[in-house]
């Protein structure tokens, strides 16, 4: 990833609190990712708070979903050379706190997305950038494959809030 396909990923991230970096390498053990909301969130300002930004990005996420298919197909095909692919998805921890996260595939097995966090994370503490996790293929909100020349396929979410942030004239 170079600094042209950077800006949509750092604008999202922050956000959602958090600042990407390309991962260096993964860590030994991998760790299964809480991507759903715990029952403690039902009911508080951080539920009314996701409720909301989900609203927001429905559209984005519907068009990811449908075509996330596709890209799996790919992945598993072998990407060409310099090709990474990113996915986005959502960790919660106990105290229902949550950040959206870039997780670089490493392996996607059935239902199951292995990869390394490519986020900073801000609001939950108990992972840590290029950390191995483990979540559920129907958690991911987005996709993006980035090229070596800074091209960047997929990344709806980022392009909506890309239009969002010009619409508002930030």
Same mark, same amino acid.
């Given at each position: ?32 990712? +809480? ?13 009314d708070v996701l ?96 090229? +070596? ?22």
């Amino acid at each position: 990833m170079n600094s042209s396909s950077l800006p949509r990923f750092l604008f999202f991230s922050v956000l959602a609190g958090s600042t990407l970096l390309v991962p260096a390498q993964v860590q030994a053990q991998k760790k299964a990712a +809480p991507t759903e909301q715990p029952s403690g969130l039902a009911g508080t300002e951080q539920a009314d708070v996701l409720r909301e930004w989900d609203k927001t990005i429905a559209k984005p996420v519907k068009q990811a979903q449908k075509t996330l298919p596709s890209v799996k197909k790919r992945y598993a095909a072998g990407l060409p050379a310099g090709q990474t692919l990113y996915l986005t998805t959502r960790l919660f921890d106990s105290n229902g706190q949550f950040e959206q996260v870039f997780v670089q595939v490493t392996s996607w097995q059935g239902n199951e997305v292995t990869g390394t966090l490519a986020n900073h994370l801000e609001l939950v503490q108990q992972y840590q950038p290029n950390q191995a996790i483990t979540f559920p293929e129907q958690a991911v909100l987005d996709w993006t494959i980035t090229t +070596p020349d800074g091209r960047e396929e997929g990344n709806f979410v980022g392009k909506f809030i890309d239009q969002l942030q010009q619409s508002s004239g930030q």
